[in-house]
C-alpha cells in the first residue's frame, strides 16, 4: 500500500537528520532492466525481503496472486447491552439493533453507526487508524503494512473503500500520513494493478489537504518503484513525501506517545538504531521533572499546585484572543493568522495533557453515548458532568465549551457550525489509553457536539 503512496510523489524530501534517505537510482541505470521490461503489459513478480535489500523479476510468474478470495462483511454488528447499575443506564434500542428513528429528528446528525459497522471486516486489522494531532493541530492517519493480512484471503478493494471512507472524514481540514512500511511482504502485498487503482481514486480531494506523507523505513523497493512512478506524478505532490529512517526521527515531527506503533516496527527500529547507535526513541533521558512554569504535558493538578489557578493560563489567553477575533471567518484547519494559531495551541495543549480532560475513566461511556435514546443521552451525560468528572476538570471544560457555545453562534459568519467545531475539538478532550481508531473518534465528536448544542442543559454546577 505503501508502495502507492510512492507512487503518488515526485521528489523526496530530504531528512535533515544523518542517514536520511537519497534519490533512487534513474531506470536506465538499473542493470540488467530494460525499458521495454516495464512498459510490458505482463506484470513482472517483484520479489523483495522484508529489508528491501533484494529485488529480482521472474518473467514467468505473475506479480502478486490473482485470486483474492472475497472476505464477507458481517452481515450485522451485535450492540453491547447495558446491565443495571452500570456506566450506561437504561438505553432502549429496537429489536434490529437500530437508534430510535426520532434521533435525527431531535439531535441532528448522529454519528455514522451503520458506515462504520460497514467495514469492520477491515477495521478489524488495525491498518488504518487514526491517532490524534500532531504540532499543528493537524489530524494524523496510521498505516501499517505489517498488519496487513495474507493476500490470499483479503479483500483489498474493500480495504480501498475503507481507506477513503476514514479519509473522507478529514480531507477537507488539513491532515497528514504516516506509514509504516516494514513487514510488507509478498505474503501481504497487494497487487501492482490495485496500486494503479488506488492513485487514481485517491485524486485530488485526498492529496489536497494531505500536507506530509511520512514513509517510515523506505526500502530499496521502495525507492526503485517510486523512481517507476516519477514521470506520471507531479512535483508539488512530490514534496509532501518525507522519508524517515529511525522512528526516533518521526519524534520530532509528531507527538510520539500518541502513537501505539506496531510491535514488529518497534524491534525492526531497535535493531536498526542498535547497529547504527541511534539514540533509541522511547528511552526518556533522566531529568529533575518539569519546571514549575511548563504549561505543556503536564497534569491539571502541576498547572494547579505551581500557578493557584483552575483555569490554566494558556487556556485562558488563547480563548481570549479568539474572542477578541471572533468577527473574522474561521476555519481551525489553517493557521494563518493569530486566531488559527491560537485555536492549534489549545488543542495541543488540551491533546499533551497527562491524563484527558475527560478522564481515562469517562472514555468508555463516551463512546457508548450514542446508544441511548436520545432523553436518556441527556441524562448520562447530566451524570457524567455532575458525579464524575473532577470538580477542576468540569471547570476548565465548562471555560471551553461555553467560549465554543460562542462560536457556534456565529457560524453564518465563521462557518464553523457545531459539528465542525467538535470534529476540530472533540479527540482532544476525549482519548483512550491506547491508540485511537475511526469507530471510537466519531462518538467522541458526537458528544463534544452534544455539550456544545446542549450546554445549558448539561452543565447544571
Wanted: aromatic share 10%.
Amino acid at each position: 500500500m505503501a508502495d502507492a503512496a510512492d507512487g503518488n510523489v515526485s521528489e523526496p524530501a530530504k531528512m535533515e537528520a544523518a542517514g536520511g534517505a537519497t534519490g533512487a537510482p534513474r531506470l536506465a541505470d538499473m542493470a540488467g532492466v530494460s525499458r521495454d521490461y516495464f512498459t510490458s503489459t505482463d506484470e513482472p513478480e517483484l520479489e523483495f525481503d522484508d529489508d528491501g535489500t533484494e529485488l529480482s523479476s521472474a518473467k514467468e510468474v505473475e506479480l502478486w496472486d490473482n485470486t483474492a478470495d472475497e472476505v464477507s462483511s458481517d452481515d450485522s454488528e451485535e450492540l453491547a447491552k447495558e446491565g443495571e447499575g452500570g456506566a450506561f443506564r437504561g438505553g432502549a434500542i429496537t429489536p434490529d439493533g437500530l437508534i430510535d428513528e426520532d434521533f435525527e429528528a431531535e439531535l441532528g446528525t448522529p454519528p455514522e453507526e451503520e458506515a462504520a459497522s460497514e467495514f469492520s471486516d477491515v477495521e478489524r486489522y488495525g491498518i488504518v487508524e487514526v491517532a490524534g494531532d500532531d504540532m499543528y493541530g493537524r489530524k494524523v492517519i496510521v498505516v501499517s503494512a505489517c498488519k496487513l493480512p495474507s493476500n490470499k484471503s483479503f479483500d483489498h478493494q474493500r480495504l480501498l473503500e475503507y481507506i477513503k471512507h476514514t479519509l473522507d472524514k478529514y480531507v477537507e481540514q488539513d491532515y497528514v500520513l504516516v506509514y509504516f512500511h516494514y513487514g510488507l511482504n509478498s505474503r501481504n502485498k497487494p497487487k501492482l494493478s490495485w496500486l494503479l487503482q488506488a492513485y487514481r481514486e485517491l485524486n485530488r480531494k485526498y492529496k489536497k489537504n494531505l500536507k506530509t506523507l511520512y514513509l517510515v523505513h523506505p526500502t530499496n523497493f521502495i525507492k526503485i518503484l517510486w523512481n517507476i512512478f516519477r514521470p506520471f506524478i507531479s512535483v508539488k505532490f512530490g514534496k509532501k513525501l518525507m522519508y524517515v529512517n529511525y522512528l526516533v526521527e518521526l519524534r520530532h515531527h509528531l507527538p510520539f506517545d500518541q502513537l501505539t506503533v506496531p510491535l514488529p516496527v518497534l524491534e525492526y527500529d531497535a535493531k536498526k538504531a542498535a547497529a547504527n547507535k541511534i539514540q533509541y526513541p522511547y528511552e526518556e533521558t533522566a531529568h529533575d521533572g518539569p519546571s514549575k512554569t511548563q504549561q505543556f504535558g503536564v497534569s491539571l493538578q502541576f498547572l494547579k499546585a505551581n500557578s493557584g489557578r483552575v483555569v490554566p493560563l494558556v487556556v485562558e489567553q488563547t480563548v481570549q484572543h479568539m474572542k477578541e477575533c471572533g468577527g473574522e471567518p474561521v476555519n481551525f484547519a489553517d493557521y494563518g493568522g493569530d486566531v488559527h494559531l491560537a485555536a492549534a495551541l489549545l488543542k495541543k495543549f488540551l491533546r499533551e495533557l497527562q491524563e484527558p480532560l475527560m478522564t481515562y475513566d469517562l472514555f468508555e461511556p463516551i463512546t457508548r453515548l450514542h446508544l441511548h435514546e436520545p432523553p436518556k443521552q441527556m441524562i448520562e451525560i447530566q451524570r457524567m458532568l455532575t458525579d464524575e468528572l473532577p470538580e477542576d476538570n468540569y471547570t476548565i471544560l465548562k471555560y471551553i465549551m461555553q467560549f465554543l457555545v460562542e462560536v457556534a453562534v456565529k457560524a453564518e459568519v465563521n462557518k464553523m457550525t457545531p459539528a465542525n467545531i467538535a470534529t476540530v475539538f472533540g479527540p482532544n478532550l476525549a482519548w483512550s489509553k491506547g491508540q485511537a481508531n475511526l469507530s471510537t473518534i466519531e462518538p467522541v465528536i458526537y458528544f463534544t457536539q452534544l455539550l456544545i448544542q446542549n450546554f445549558d442543559d448539561v452543565f447544571l454546577r
